[in-house]
């Protein structure tokens, strides 16, 4: 895999195996998206979350995080060259650390480093208990909310397993985040689980979470 990658600056975390439609409506991303068609070859970028950011003029200022996920660009609803929004997809790949970023030229290229993906102690014990709590969640979604979470066949694959259940559940985006980089599948779905039991018990108190409709590649992150 290459390690330099152009970036898109996203409003959401991107996990690998998710398929997600993005608007892509700054003047970087817009650049990004037109070097990559006019490049030929697989559409391949890097999709790092946003903490925050600012306008100046043209420019678009944003606060990063450090770790991401590559992306295949599948679609593209408009022209690159439209002066109005375009729309792609994205289909998540393989996660990154930032290791150095260059802002030279019209949108940032990073140099990054591939992480690898680790299973941790107790991936298939502690994948029982999380699709346990993410039933448990997937049905009181259901019940407050119309169409809901409706998860049919999860996979069987661990690292796969936390990847799609983490995309699913409504979360905040440092939760997210913290999710895209814990060190191996056992953390995440550790603290998945823990994610969920706060998601349950606020929706016992408060149910007004809203629906959640994803789509998943078949692929394996791996």
């Given amino acids: 895999m290459d390690s330099r990658l152009p970036l898109l600056t996203v409003e959401t975390v991107i996990f690998p195996g998710l398929v997600l439609p993005i608007p892509v409506t700054d003047v ?18 890097g999709a790092l979350a946003v903490r925050d950011g600012y306008e100046l003029g043209e420019r678009v200022f944003r606060s990063l995080y450090g770790t991401g996920c590559s992306a295949t660009i599948s679609e593209i609803t408009l022209d690159a060259d439209d002066d109005g929004p375009v729309e792609i997809t994205l289909t998540g790949s393989h996660r990154f650390k930032v290791a150095e970023l260059d802002g030279a030229g019209d949108y940032l290229v990073a140099d990054v480093e591939w992480l690898p993906e680790e299973l941790g102690d107790d991936p298939l014990g502690t994948a029982m208990i999380a699709v ?33 259940m983490s995309a699913a559940t409504t979360l905040l985006t440092p939760d997210r985040q913290k999710l895209l980089e814990a060190t191996d599948t056992t953390t995440r779905l550790s603290q998945l689980i823990g994610l969920l039991d706060t998601e349950l018990s606020a929706i016992a108190a408060l149910p007004s979470l809203p629906a959640t409709d994803l789509s998943w590649s078949t692929m394996s992150p791996n």
Wanted: proline share 6%.
């Fill in 132 to 164: 346990e709590r993410f039933r448990r969640y997937a049905e009181a979604v259901t019940t407050i909310s119309r169409p809901g979470l409706h998860i049919g066949d999860l996979p069987d694959d661990p690292s796969t397993l936390s990847y799609l």
């Fill in 28 to 45: 970087q991303g817009r650049a990004v998206i037109r070097d990559l068609v006019e490049n030929g070859g697989e559409l391949v970028c």
